[in-house]
């Protein structure tokens, strides 16, 4: 699988290991390192459930980073995409996930997927992985920090492989100040189980700001415009 190293990649489809493990932090955050680093990227949820609790991942992101943010088709239960569309009686085709990213859109793009890898977004069993794989776009892991993470990167990148698509890498999404053993290990693990591909560690934050994301840069690796490396 390819490695993700430069800024001029014409996007990623963030990922993660599971729900709320911070994909939408992870997007805000390489949103604002790229446009730190002089990029102009848009960012893109293809369907968005939980409207009808207030779930509006492009909203955060645009208020976050300051970019332009596009949503797809929206549903109000907290469920995943395809089993919220057919309570509400509809039908969700990949080709309309897909015509959510225009070729109008700035590049990078910075698209999110909702839970993992194999979650069903579309009724027609459309997932995130098949929309990497048809927008050729590599993806960005989002993984926890503290234990069971490896198994469950482990999987995660296992399907990916599988499916044949490419890993830009990993990213870590609440690390502690103060962090355990286990999460003192899992950066050197993680590191390992994706062939070197760790790409970042974004720190737990008190609270998800505009002004707490201008530490992006410093959390990201150059990947994403920013200047972490693995210690």
């Known amino acids: 699988m390819s490695s993700a190293r430069e800024t001029d990649q014409t996007g990623w489809l963030v990922t993660g290991t599971d729900t709320g493990v911070g994909k939408t ?3 805000a955050a390489i949103c604002a390192s790229l446009v730190a680093a002089g990029k102009s990227p848009t960012y893109v949820k293809p369907v968005q459930s939980g409207s009808a609790d207030g779930d509006d991942d492009a909203a955060d992101v645009r208020a976050l980073a300051g970019v332009p943010a596009v949503t797809g088709l ?12 057919r309570l509400a009686g509809e039908q969700l085709s990949g080709t309309e996930l ?42 960005v892991v989002v993984v926890r920090p503290g234990l069971g993470t490896l198994n469950h990167t ?28 286990a999460e003192q290990t899992n950066v050197a693990e993680l590191d390992r189980l994706s062939d070197g591909r ?3 560690i974004i720190p737990d934050l008190p609270g ?9 840069p410093s959390w990201l690796a150059p990947a994403f415009g920013g200047t972490w490396r693995l210690p």
């Not at 009724?123 to 929309?131: C, K, M, S």
Request: aromatic letters at 0%; a negative charge.
């Open 98 to 139: 897909l015509a959510v990213v225009s070729d109008e859109l700035s590049r990078p793009l910075v698209v999110e997927g909702a839970g993992g890898l194999l979650v069903e977004l579309g009724t027609d069993g459309t997932t995130a992985i098949r929309l990497a794989h048809a927008l050729e776009l590599p993806l």
């Open 25 to 27: 932090v992870v997007a």
């Open 208 to 216: 998800v700001t505009p002004e707490a994301l201008r530490g992006a």
């Open 74 to 85: 929206t549903l109000g239960p907290s469920l995943a995409p395809a089993v919220a569309a």
């Open 154 to 181: 482990a999987l995660t990148l296992e399907v990916a492989a599988h499916h044949d698509v490419a890993v830009a890498g990993v990213v870590i999404c609440g690390g502690s100040s103060t962090p355990d053993l």
């Open 198 to 200: 760790l790409l970042g």
